[in-house]
């Protein structure tokens, strides 16, 4: 019989005498088996192995702390066994492959600290470490359930907000040929754009609202702009909704946004050296003195259209 041989068998509790209590006398027994029952599961190991590290193990087994014997004298040990062939086998050889799931590494780490076993427990938290950084999300997009919640969001952010609204379903029309190549394409941008962005600025997907494909943007709690990527298609016989995906527009939009970030208020020179085309536009029509930031900007994709977009055999 080698010195890796361990026998793991559940015993159920018999009535008989109480556990004896005795000092273990390793010594000259250096390697020779001794029986181990750990919370029910039974060990064969050597004192060797258990006395290779200074560890509670260490102590029990050379003497320095008194040790529980049963009635066939296997020495109990009260601990869950689940893990004790994994802690003998890093006594063995100073390292072991840990299991893969977070929640056994946790497990097998609490034992390690009870068997106070400090190689063992740094390799549970590094490799805790790194599982908590492989799986950890990059950025995280809330969906709105309810008007409330995408308020709340709104106002509570610190950051500029951009929100995709898509309800494919919300429509009374057939779909044009290219529409829904473009909703697909508006949902890639705004992923995309959360990936590039989500340290800067908070992206929210809403499913629930009146539009079928949407981008609204906010600085500081207020709405800025609007894209709305819908129209109607009046064909020969029928209408019919068409989706387009303006993918310029989106970005101008989004990068106005940065301009919110904190501090809470905006840089005015900023603002209007990116909005100075249209801040002329508007005060050729009206002098009443508003400032541009005040506004929604509101653009709408090829609101309505006289023709149809629909490929030749469709």
């Known amino acids: 019989m080698s010195g890796d041989t361990c026998l793991t068998t559940t015993l159920c509790p ?42 509670m193990l260490k ?8 040790v529980l014997t049963d009635k066939e004298g296997w020495i109990l040990i009260d601990r869950c066994g689940k893990h004790f062939g994994t802690i003998l086998n890093y006594l063995r050889d100073d390292t072991i492959a840990l299991p ?3 929640q056994e590494i946790k497990e097998l780490m609490a034992e390690a600290k009870y068997y106070l076993i400090q190689g ?11 599982k908590k950084d492989l799986y950890e999300p990059v950025c995280n997009i809330p969906i709105i359930t309810s008007p409330k919640e995408e308020e709340r969001l709104i106002e509570s952010s610190m950051k500029p907000v951009v929100k ?12 044009t040929s290219n529409s829904d190549d473009n909703l697909l394409k508006n949902i890639e941008l705004f992923d995309k754009l959360s990936l590039r962005f989500n340290g800067r600025v908070l992206f929210i997907k809403d499913v629930i609202g009146d539009e079928i494909c949407c981008w609204s ?4 709690g207020r709405k800025l702009a609007e894209v709305c990527c819908t ?6 016989e029928k209408k019919q909704t068409k989706v387009e995906f303006p993918e310029a527009r989106i970005y101008e939009e989004t990068l106005n946004v940065l301009l919110y ?15 100075r085309s249209r801040s002329q536009a508007s005060h050729s029509e009206d002098d009443d003195g508003f400032e541009l930031r005040d506004r929604v900007r509101r653009i709408h994709v090829k609101r309505y259209s006289t023709y149809d977009d629909r490929q030749l055999g469709h």
């Open 14 to 55: 018999a009535a008989g005498p109480k556990p004896k209590t005795c000092s273990f006398k390793g010594g000259s027994l250096g390697n020779k088996y001794v029986r181990l029952n750990v919370g029910g599961s039974l060990y064969y190991t050597t004192v060797q192995v258990l006395t290779r590290h200074d560890t």
């Open 217 to 220: 943007f906010y600085g500081q």
């Open 120 to 130: 063992l427990v740094d390799m549970c938290q590094a490799a805790l470490q790194d």
């Open 261 to 275: 970030e904190t501090p809470r208020v905006p840089d005015n020179s900023l603002l209007e050296a990116t909005s």
């Open 164 to 175: 995709l609204l898509y309800n494919r379903s919300n429509n009374k029309y057939s779909y």
């Open 100 to 102: 893969k799931h977070r």
């Open 59 to 66: 102590a029990m087994f050379s003497g320095r702390m008194e």
């Open 231 to 236: 129209s109607i298609v009046y064909a020969t």
